[in-house]
């Protein structure tokens, strides 16, 4: 999305840092499908396909890998590696200890590949739970340390162009001391408040992000004496009207003015200003903030790289509208597929896709689980007629309590004991004896669930 070069800078500014990687897009797209076959006990076969294609042929065909994208090597059977082509298989001992079968690297960091295989005993049954998720490199001392540093340099650029433009007399006025203390923390504020709009999913709608975004720089501006009334800017969410750019182009011409009267008024003498509107406006300050940042960095190339290593510490390896990579998480669970976060397959797999976008800043992957039925355990205590679906699987787990409580932990011990007693003996005597307290209900959910 275009910001059009009409539109004032004081608009234009905090946007375009947004709309820079929403705009990114590439020719290329290349898909990541890894399908888990799962075992009991938590052992997997892993099948991983990565394909890429060059959309901007008509016949799509494949292309080379992402250049930060690192395939696996060791302990995967290579089945097939061409241009724009690779399928590759792993047996896996434990998913728990599994590790990353491939990465996407960020400034010599790798995005992590994390799977987690964890079984229940509920008795009658075995609860299987499987997480499989991707995430970014980005962490929150990285991001704080972008901002700061971010922030920092745009303090000394902007004091550099105001002294340039209005000259020594710029060192004796309250913007410049403002500029030394406390407006840094106004640029880091501010780039916390860009960095969160990015964060958020890059398929909402790009005009109610930039509205958002200009709403909360205003706002935060205001706290730092922009003589704006609050009410007025969170007014701009319904009704903007045709004066906004005007009301607030006069309102940063009062701040600015204000900062630039001394720090100590001399009698006898007149603060003399710049005609500020010509100079913020209408003429060179937007130029001058280019060149005084190209020059800070000994030109242009120079201020391209920081600012990629900037952006690679602020958003990772994917950023959050990176849309050249999809990922299809498919697993195969043992026993009847309980529920799932992602699509349903006919023979009992589900998959969850996904956008290399949404995995940042949090992470993003696949949760599914499964129940294993012990059908002699049904048929020891009676309830060889039960059905066995996931109505009843959630009726007996909400009986016996939640598994993950420490309390319910503590109670169900003893409670499984005594179940585990009466599958051997065939017979609930043993809960009536020393359960009393449950054997009621238990026998009464039992008999509620035969056919």
């Given amino acids: 999305m275009a910001i059009p070069l009409t539109t004032p800078w004081f608009r234009r500014a905090p946007c375009a840092l947004l709309f820079l990687l929403l705009s990114l897009g590439s020719c290329r797209e290349t898909l990541i499908a890894v399908e888990t076959i799962v075992a ?21 065909p494949l292309t080379s890998h992402p250049e930060d994208l690192r395939l696996p090597v060791a302990g995967w059977s290579l089945e097939k590696q061409e241009v724009g082509e690779f399928r590759a298989s792993s047996y896996i001992a434990d998913l728990n200890q599994s590790g990353s079968p491939l990465s996407f690297q960020s400034r010599g960091q790798s995005t992590r590949w994390n799977t987690t ?23 929150p001392t990285t991001v704080k ?17 105001f002294h340039n433009l209005i000259g020594a007399g710029f060192e004796d006025s ?45 706002l935060l501006a205001i ?7 609050p009410k007025w800017v969170t007014s701009l969410k319904t009704n903007p009207g045709d004066d906004t750019d005007h009301k607030i182009e006069q309102s940063i011409l009062l701040w600015v003015e204000e900062l630039l009267q001394p720090t100590e008024i001399q009698e006898g003498r007149q603060a003399i200003y710049p005609d ?76 969850h896709e996904f956008l290399a976008g949404e995995v940042f800043p949090d992470g993003s992957g696949l949760e599914a689980e ?72 238990i026998e009464s959910f039992l008999a509620a669930e035969k056919l």
């Avoid at 892993?46 to 394909?51: A, C, G, L, W």
């Avoid at 901002?147 to 303090?155: L, N, P």
């Avoid at 913007?175 to 916390?192: E, S, Y």
């Avoid at 706290?223 to 009334?229: A, H, I």
Wanted: net charge negative.
């Fill in 117 to 139: 295989y964890k079984e229940q005993d509920w008795v009658l049954f075995r609860r299987i739970l499987y997480q499989e998720s991707v995430r970014d490199v980005i962490d």
């Fill in 145 to 161: 340390g972008a901002i700061d540093e971010a922030s920092q340099v745009a303090a000394e650029v902007m004091s550099d162009v």
């Fill in 223 to 229: 706290d730092y004496g922009l003589p704006l009334s």
């Fill in 370 to 441: 499964s129940i294993v039925w012990d059908f002699n355990a049904l048929s020891a205590l009676g309830a060889g007629s039960l059905i066995p679906n996931n109505q009843t699987v959630l009726a007996w787990m909400t009986l016996l309590g939640d598994k993950e409580s420490p309390l319910s932990t503590r109670l169900r011990g003893r409670l499984d004991e005594v179940l585990k007693v009466c599958i051997q003996d065939r017979s609930l005597d043993e809960l009536e004896e020393k359960l009393p307290q449950d054997f009621e209900a």
């Fill in 276 to 351: 500020l509107k010509a100079m913020l406006f209408d003429g060179p300050f937007e130029q001058a903030v280019s060149d005084a940042a190209k020059d800070k960095f000994g030109g242009e190339e120079g201020l391209d790289d920081w600012v990629k290593d900037i952006e690679s510490r602020l958003f990772g390896a994917f950023g959050p509208s990176r849309d050249d990579v999809r990922f299809r998480l498919t697993v195969k669970l043992p026993g009847t597929l309980l529920r799932s976060n992602g699509w349903l397959q006919e023979d009992g797999r589900t998959f």
């Fill in 40 to 60: 009991q006990g938590g052992s997997a076969t892993r099948t991983m396909t990565v394909t890429s294609h060059d959309l901007s042929e008509s016949d799509q």
């Fill in 174 to 218: 309250v913007l410049f001391t403002r500029l030394k203390k406390d407006l840094p923390a106004f640029f880091r504020d501010a780039g916390f408040i860009v960095w969160q709009e990015m964060s958020r999913t890059a398929h909402q709608s790009r005009k109610d992000e930039q509205k958002r975004l200009e709403r909360r720089i205003l």
